[in-house]
């Protein structure tokens, strides 16, 4: 079965609920966690050098160089906090939890550590992307499923809000009897 699940997380909800669906699953199953969270300039909180494209930019001026090392710090420093904390609570539950942090292409990191790792299933979230949107901006999780060396468990958080089989469950769930 399943022995060594890799978790491909970030600091949105759905992480959260990728987590705690690999947890259960991880106690179930008595198998290893391997959090992974990808430092990568997809992120809203990137810290990128044109940050300061307001000031006039001299690559060797030294307070701006200073500035974009402390954003960029803090910025790692959150993602380690989230991993250890995370770390902490699967191992309280009992399960043999590790974690990494990498910088660079989020695909392509999952699928590398999924082998090196010699994982048995990856948890991975999808922004539900589609058509024209999943082309030019990508999608990290139709490359995992691609690429992967093991299997592969897509969790979607609200794939099409506007649909009318959501907005039908959304009143049903909103309605009070009257």
């Known amino acids: 079965m399943f022995n060594k699940i890799l978790v491909a997380i970030d600091d949105s909800t759905t992480s959260r609920n990728i987590f705690d669906a690999a947890l259960c699953l991880a106690k179930t199953t008595g198998a290893s966690l391997m959090l992974l969270h990808v430092l990568s300039s997809d992120d809203r909180d990137y810290p990128s050098p044109s940050l300061y494209s307001g000031l006039e930019y001299d690559p060797f001026d030294s307070i701006l160089i200073e500035a974009y090392q402390e954003r960029w710090q803090k910025f790692e420093q959150r993602g380690l906090e ?90 049903q769930l909103t309605s009070s009897p009257s």
């Open 82 to 171: 989230m991993l250890r904390s995370l770390t902490e609570e699967a191992t309280k539950a009992g399960v043999n939890t590790e974690f990494t942090q990498a910088e660079g292409n989020p695909a392509h990191i999952i699928c590398d550590l999924a082998q090196t790792w010699s994982a048995s299933l990856i948890f991975i979230g999808s922004r539900g992307l589609t058509g024209v949107k999943e082309i030019f901006l990508g999608s990290v999780s139709n490359y995992v499923t691609h690429h992967a060396p093991c299997s592969v468990f897509i969790w979607r958080d609200n794939v099409n809000p506007d649909s009318q089989f959501s907005q039908k469950n959304n009143a």
